[in-house]
C-alpha cells in the first residue's frame, strides 16, 4: 500500500470547517483514498472513500487533487465531538490484499 | 442496525495464560478481520478471513496467536501462554467483502481490552 504522510495535530475553533490533508505521492492508479477516525478508546469509524472524484457523505467531504498525489478532509461545521485522530489510508486492491494499513494519523482538536 | 461486537470488552489475565477474544461481525459480512492497537500506536493487521478461502495469517506476530471463524460468521481470536507484550486493544472489524469502494469498507467494533500482568 502507498504511504501516507499527515500532519500529526491540528486544532480548530468549533463551528468553523476542519481541512486535515493527506500525502499520498506514491498512489497507484488502482489505490482508494480512505478516511477513518478514531476516537479516545473507541474503534476506528469510517468516515469517506474516494478513487479520482471529489466525494460527499452526511460526515464529510473528500478532495482530491487531479494528480490523485494529495487530498484533504472536509468536516464543514466541526463540533466537539468531531475530536479525535483521523487516518488517511491508501489501500490496494488487489484481491486478497484487504488489510487497511494505518500510519499515526492527525489529532484533531476541536476549540470550543 | 448492529454493528460488530466484541467481546470481553476488558481482559485481564496473567502471564502464561491463554485467552480467546470474540468478535461477532455485522450480518451477511463475509470478510472479518482482526487487528490489535498497542498503547499509543496505530492498528497493527492480524488476519483476515474471507468466506471459506484460506484465512490470511501473516500478521500474527507469533505462533502463539491464532483465529479461527465458525460457519462464516463469529470469529475467536485465541492467544496462548500470553506475554505482557500481548497487552493492547484487539479490534474485529468486517466488511461486505471484495467488491468495489463501499463493499469493502471495514466496519470496526468496540474493542476487547487485554492486560497480561
Known amino acids: 500500500d502507498a504511504k501516507t504522510t499527515q500532519p500529526p495535530s491540528m486544532d480548530c475553533a468549533e463551528g468553523r470547517a476542519a481541512n486535515l490533508p493527506c500525502n499520498h505521492s506514491?498512489?497507484?492508479?488502482?489505490?482508494?483514498v480512505y478516511w477513518y477516525r478514531q476516537i479516545h478508546s473507541q474503534g476506528p469509524q469510517y468516515i469517506i472513500h474516494g478513487l479520482k472524484n471529489n466525494e460527499t457523505n452526511e460526515m464529510a467531504s473528500l478532495i482530491i487533487t487531479e494528480d490523485r498525489k494529495s487530498s484533504t478532509l472536509i468536516l464543514p461545521h466541526a463540533t466537539l465531538r468531531d475530536t479525535a485522530v483521523y487516518y488517511c489510508i491508501v489501500r490496494n486492491r488487489r484481491f486478497g490484499n484487504e488489510k487497511l494499513t494505518f500510519g499515526t494519523g492527525t489529532r484533531l482538536t476541536i476549540i470550543p | 442496525g448492529a454493528g460488530v461486537s466484541q467481546s470481553p470488552s476488558n481482559k485481564v489475565t496473567e502471564k502464561g495464560k491463554d485467552v480467546e477474544l470474540r468478535c461477532d461481525p455485522i450480518?451477511?459480512?463475509?470478510?472479518l478481520y482482526w487487528y490489535r492497537q498497542s498503547l499509543g500506536q496505530g492498528l497493527e493487521f492480524l488476519i483476515y478471513f474471507q468466506g471459506n478461502s484460506a484465512p490470511d495469517k501473516s500478521g500474527l506476530p507469533s505462533d502463539r496467536f491464532s483465529a479461527e471463524r465458525t460457519g462464516g460468521s463469529v470469529s475467536t481470536l485465541t492467544i496462548q501462554r500470553t506475554q505482557q507484550e500481548d497487552s493492547a486493544v484487539y479490534l474485529c472489524?468486517?466488511?461486505?467483502?471484495?467488491?468495489?469502494?463501499?463493499?469493502?469498507?471495514?466496519?470496526f467494533g468496540p474493542g476487547t481490552r487485554l492486560l497480561v500482568l
Open positions: 450480518s451477511g459480512h463475509t470478510a
Open positions: 506514491t498512489i497507484s492508479g488502482n489505490e482508494y
Open positions: 472489524a468486517s466488511s461486505l467483502g471484495p467488491g468495489t469502494g463501499l463493499q469493502e469498507t471495514q466496519y
